[in-house]
């Protein structure tokens, strides 16, 4: 099994710009979570989804949208990029939203803004 | 909302000695999980040890245990023997259970954690 995969791996914008962080798993996982992770910080959640077609915010939602047409995909956007979003984002997912059930991460992406 | 304080932003222990990393947070549930995470350079998220709140019995992972205690709202992580691989980034999570816990972990922002060989 892949797990959790994560593109790309490292991603240089420009200030204005958009892309798209994609994320897949394989593992028919319900949940899926996107995070961020700032120099010398912890994880802070930006996005999570329930199942294919539910989506809420997390607790650093502004700059970002997701959308969840499938199981599997939890892309996430970047609008206008800033260079506040310069950061390593980890998706990741889990059966279920409970705490018997391990999240599994994504190896990151580091986006850099300039 | 849940907040997890990790208060020692770097560790230093000696090879094969024992190092305790501190963790504490808030919250009103009863019914939540408690997890330590290690970071290597690598930036891979590693699973080290996970405590349920409703046993009161801590975990234990081989070299890796816990000290749990609820009333104190504490959740601290002991190595024993570290080694060099050790060396890495640690974080405490918390994960709510209650309503299906849908919005996944709150993390501490973490402890750099050194091995001197």
Not at chain 2, 57 to 79: C, D, G, H, P, W
Request: net charge neutral; glycine share 8%; charged share 15%.
């Amino acid at each position: 099994n892949a797990g959790v995969t994560q593109t790309p791996k490292f991603r240089i914008l420009k200030i204005g710009q958009s892309m798209t962080l994609q994320c897949a798993q394989d593992m028919n996982h319900n949940y899926m979570y996107w995070y961020r992770q700032d120099p010398g910080m912890g994880l802070k959640l930006i996005y999570y989804s329930v199942g294919a077609g539910i989506t809420d915010k997390g607790e650093v939602p502004n700059g970002y949208n997701v959308s969840r047409s499938t199981t599997e995909d939890f892309p996430l956007r970047l609008e206008l990029a800033a260079p506040s979003q310069t950061s390593v984002y980890f998706c990741a997912s889990s059966y279920t939203g409970s705490g018997a059930n391990v999240l599994t991460f994504g190896a990151g992406s580091r986006l850099t803004v300039l | 909302a849940q907040t997890v304080t990790q208060s020692q932003p770097e560790m230093s222990v000696q090879e094969a000695e024992t190092v305790t990393l501190s963790c504490t947070y808030d919250t009103s549930e009863s019914d939540y999980y408690l997890f330590w995470y290690k970071q290597p350079p690598s930036r891979q998220m590693i699973l080290v040890i996970r405590q349920e709140a409703y046993k009161q019995q801590n975990a234990t992972e081989n070299r890796f245990s816990v000290n749990f205690q609820k009333a104190a709202k504490s959740f601290s992580l002991k190595i024993s023997d570290s080694q060099l691989g050790d060396a890495a980034m640690y974080f405490c999570a918390y994960r709510s259970d209650v309503g299906g816990g849908a919005d996944g972990l709150t993390f501490g922002k973490g402890t750099h954690l050194i091995i001197q060989p």
